[in-house]
């Protein structure tokens, strides 16, 4: 898979959590606010950094 579709999967991921998902803490909370105050470019950069840390981690 490559990268532009891993990052539009990550982008959609963070989509649905945002809109449908409770965070259960206050790391996931901070998370969601930061997504909610974004605007589309900025939501596609920290879904960016989500996949690398991912990468990074595995």
Do not use: C, F, T
Request: overall charge negative.
């Amino acid at each position: 898979m490559n990268q532009s579709v891993v990052s539009d999967v990550a982008y959609q991921v963070g989509e649905y959590l945002a809109q449908q998902v409770e965070p259960k803490n206050e790391q996931e909370r901070v998370l969601a606010e930061l997504w909610k105050v974004a605007d589309e470019q900025e939501q596609h950069a920290i879904a960016n950094m989500m996949v690398k840390l991912v990468q990074n981690e595995g």
